[in-house]
């Protein structure tokens, strides 16, 4: 049986197999052209291709890959198993036996982790299809905006020291104004007193 699984077995089926089918296609060619030839080919073809059919029914599906190998009992469900590590020593140790109830588990953990991964990946996807051709004149509005609030805050800045100035004239008039006053009442004191004596 080790010859069937062999390189060289599965080069020199493939080949026959394509081979034959070459003889049926040009034997279906040669009778739809009605050559004399035609007949004998697609016969020949035929033959060819019934035999390897045959001989693949008796052998059997082959496996690809042989998972029995590194861990023996694989192929029976209830097995309590424990990898092989090459060379051996320690590492064989920290590995748990593997058996059907924990490999469903882990195979569970997986599949919920492939659903959240899909989940995230259909997020960004949508993100994706998100439309930001109007962002560029929402961006360019807020940036008007914001030049247009630094404009009016610098007026305001302005406004507060001519503020500023107003009230200290306004402070300086009003001493002004007092003493003023002062004089003004001065002037008016000194002017009743000579009416008073006459």
């Known amino acids: ?50 035999i390897l059919f045959a001989f693949l029914g008796i052998i059997g599906p082959e496996k690809d890959y042989y998972w029995e190998k590194l861990y023996p009992g694989l192929d029976n469900y209830n097995a309590n ?32 982790e492939l659903q959240s991964m899909s989940k995230s990946l259909g997020a960004l996807k949508s993100l994706q299809e998100v439309d930001f051709s109007e962002t560029s004149e929402q961006l360019k509005s807020m940036h008007n905006f914001y030049s247009r609030m630094n404009e009016a805050m610098a007026t305001l800045n302005d406004t507060v020291e001519d503020t500023k100035m107003y009230k200290e004239q306004m402070v300086s008039l009003n001493r002004n104004l007092t003493s003023l006053n002062s004089v003004y009442g001065n002037v008016l004191s000194a002017f009743s007193a000579p009416a008073a004596r006459s």
Not at 99 to 111: A, H, P
């Open 1 to 50: 049986m080790s010859f069937l699984k062999s390189k060289g077995f599965k080069y020199f089926k493939n080949l026959i197999i394509g081979l034959g089918a070459a003889a049926v296609m040009m034997g279906a060619l040669g009778k739809i052209n009605s050559e004399p030839w035609g007949g004998t080919m697609i016969t020949v073809g035929l033959v060819t291709e019934a």
């Open 81 to 112: 198993l424990s990898p092989l590590a090459a060379g051996g020593g320690s590492s064989v140790e920290s590995f748990k036996p593997l058996d059907g109830e924990s490999v469903d588990n882990k195979l569970g953990g997986m599949l919920d």
